[in-house]
C-alpha cells in the first residue's frame, strides 16, 4: 500500500489538475514521500518547499491530520498508508 | 489588457502589495484607465517593459505569502501571464540562500536584447540571456567576501538597483541595502565596491568602505557616469561611476527619502521626494512635495501644484516614482496609502490618477513604441 497526497486547490495546476497524487511506493519520512512527488511534480515541490529543501513557512504539511511542524518536521515517520495533506497557512494578501 | 495599444500610448506598470495594475493613457496623458489586479492578492515589487529587439513584453516579479516568488511574463500587454511550472530564479544547489523576493528587473543594453538581469533578496545579482526565460545568478556577486557581512535594513536585504553601462558591456553598477553601491568593470567576473563619501550613519565607522544602506541609485544613459543616489540619510551625486561621491543636499527638507528618478532628457535634472527620517517615513509637514534639481544637485525645488499640502501622512518608496520619455516628460509615482500621482508637465503641475489602490511599492513608466 503506498501513500495519497492531498494538494490544495492553488497547487493543483502544478500536478495535471489533480487534487490527490498516490505514489505506490513505501516511504520512511515526509521528506522521502515529497522528494518522490518533487520528481513527479517539480512545480509543485518548488511551492512547498524552498530552494534548500524547507518547507516554506507559510505552508503547512499534515500527516495523518497532525503537523508536522509540531512533529519531527520533514524527517517524520509515515506509516502504511499514510495520508499527507498539504494546506496553506492561515495567512495572505 | 490594452490590446488596441497604439504608438505613444503611455502605460504605468504598478505593483502592489496585492497585485499589479496597468494604468493606460495616449500621449496626452489627461484621461487614464485602470486595468487589474493581476496576480490578485500577491505583492509584486519589480515590473518591466521590455521593447527590445521587436519585443513587447511585460515582465512582473510577483510574490505569494504561501508559494514564493516567481518572474512571469506577457507578451499582449497584460492580457494573459504565463505561469511558470518552476521557480526560475532560484539560489544554485548547495546554497545557504533561499530565494525571498524579487525587488528590480532591468532589461539590459540595447545592444544585448535577449539580456535581462533582475535584483533580489537576499541580495544577489541574476542574469538572464533568453530574454528571461531561464535564470542564473550572476557567480561573481554571489560569491563576493563581503556578501555574508551585509546586513538587511527594514525591507530586507535586497538588492534593488541595476545600472548597465549601455556604452561599455564590462561595466555595470548595482546597490544593496545593506551593502552599498558595487561596480564591476570585467562584466560581472569581479566587483568593488564604491562608496567613498557616502555616510552610513548607523555604524561606528560613518564612512565605512562598505556597508551603507543604499537607498536608489539613478543615471541617464547619455551620460551614465554621472549618478545620483538617495541615501539612508543622505543625497550624492558622483561624476565618475562612482569613485567619489559629493553631497548634493542643497536646499531639502530632508536628505533621507527613498525615491529618485531622472529626467528622460535630461541628465542633470533629477526628482526626488524626501521623507521626513527614518523614524518618521512620511513627507516632511504632511506636505507632499516631489523636489526637482535641473543643475545636478546645486539647488533643489519643491513641486507641489495639485498635490496634498496638508494632513498628508504618506510616504513614496525607493521604486515607485517614474518617468515616461514623452516631451515634456510625464512623472509619475505612487505612495504606500494607495495613492498614484502624475504629471504630464515635467513636474510643474500634478493630478491624482487613483487613490485607492493597494500600498504601491512599484511604478514604471513606459511609451509603447519607444524601447
Redesign the interface.
Known amino acids: 500500500m503506498g501513500i495519497t497526497i492531498a494538494l490544495p486547490g ?2 493543483q ?2 500536478a495535471g489538475g489533480s487534487s490527490e497524487v498516490t505514489l505506490a511506493d513505501r516511504f520512511g519520512t515526509v521528506g522521502d514521500a515529497l522528494a518522490a512527488l518533487a520528481e513527479r511534480h ?2 509543485v515541490m ?2 512547498v518547499t ?3 529543501g ?1 518547507l ?1 513557512p ?2 503547512n504539511v499534515f500527516v495523518d491530520g497532525e503537523n508536522v511542524r509540531f512533529l519531527d518536521g520533514l524527517g517524520t515517520a509515515l506509516g502504511e498508508g499514510s495520508t499527507i495533506v498539504i494546506v ?2 492561515v ?3 | 489588457m490594452s490590446p488596441e495599444a497604439r504608438a505613444g500610448d503611455v502605460v504605468l506598470l504598478v505593483g502592489t502589495m496585492k497585485g499589479a495594475f496597468l494604468v493606460w493613457s495616449n500621449a496626452a496623458r489627461a484621461e487614464w484607465r485602470i486595468e487589474g489586479p493581476h496576480f490578485r492578492g500577491e505583492s509584486v515589487y519589480a515590473l518591466a517593459l521590455d521593447q527590445r529587439g521587436g519585443r513587447r513584453r511585460m515582465l512582473a516579479a510577483t510574490r505569494s505569502m504561501h508559494w514564493g516568488a516567481v518572474i512571469r511574463a506577457s507578451d499582449d500587454l497584460g492580457a494573459t501571464w504565463s505561469e511558470p511550472d518552476r521557480q526560475n530564479v532560484r539560489f544554485p544547489e548547495g546554497s545557504d540562500d533561499a530565494l525571498g523576493n524579487i525587488w528590480q528587473i532591468r532589461p539590459g543594453r540595447a545592444s544585448e536584447p535577449d539580456v535581462l538581469y533582475c535584483g533580489v533578496e537576499p541580495a544577489a545579482l541574476f542574469e538572464s540571456r533568453d530574454g528571461g526565460e531561464s535564470w542564473s545568478p550572476v557567480e561573481g556577486l554571489l560569491n563576493h567576501e563581503h556578501r555574508k557581512r551585509w546586513m538587511p535594513g527594514a525591507g530586507g536585504l535586497c538588492l534593488h538597483t541595476i545600472l548597465p553601462d549601455p556604452a561599455d558591456e564590462a561595466r555595470m553598477a548595482v546597490a544593496i541595502s545593506t551593502g552599498g553601491f558595487y561596480r564591476t568593470d570585467d562584466g560581472g567576473r569581479s566587483w568593488r565596491p564604491r562608496n567613498a563619501g557616502v555616510r552610513a550613519v548607523f555604524l561606528p565607522d560613518p564612512y565605512p568602505e562598505f556597508g551603507q544602506c543604499v537607498h536608489k541609485v539613478v543615471h541617464h544613459p547619455s551620460r551614465p557616469e554621472r549618478l545620483f543616489l538617495q541615501n539612508h540619510w543622505g543625497l550624492y551625486r558622483s561624476d565618475d561611476w562612482g569613485d567619489a561621491w559629493v553631497d548634493v543636499a542643497n536646499g531639502v527638507p530632508s536628505d533621507f527619502g527613498f525615491a529618485i528618478e531622472v529626467h528622460p532628457h535630461d541628465p542633470d535634472t533629477v526628482y526626488i521626494v524626501p521623507l521626513d527620517s527614518d523614524q518618521f517615513r512620511c513627507v516632511p509637514d504632511a506636505r507632499l512635495r516631489v523636489y526637482r534639481t535641473r543643475d545636478a544637485g546645486a539647488s533643489w525645488q519643491p513641486l507641489e501644484t495639485g498635490l496634498p499640502q496638508h494632513d498628508a501622512y504618506d510616504t513614496v518608496l525607493r521604486d515607485a516614482l517614474a518617468a515616461d520619455r514623452h516631451d515634456p516628460a510625464g512623472i509619475y509615482f505612487g505612495t504606500r496609502g494607495g495613492k498614484l500621482y502624475g504629471s504630464a508637465d515635467d513636474g510643474e503641475s500634478w493630478r491624482e490618477i487613483a487613490d485607492d489602490l493597494p500600498p504601491i511599492v512599484c511604478v514604471k513608466a513606459a511609451v509603447i513604441g519607444a524601447a
Do not use: M, T
Request: cysteine-free; glycine content about 20%.
Open positions: 492553488a497547487l495546476p502544478y517539480g512545480g518548488d511551492r524552498d530552494e534548500r524547507a516554506r507559510h505552508v496553506p497557512a495567512s495572505g494578501g
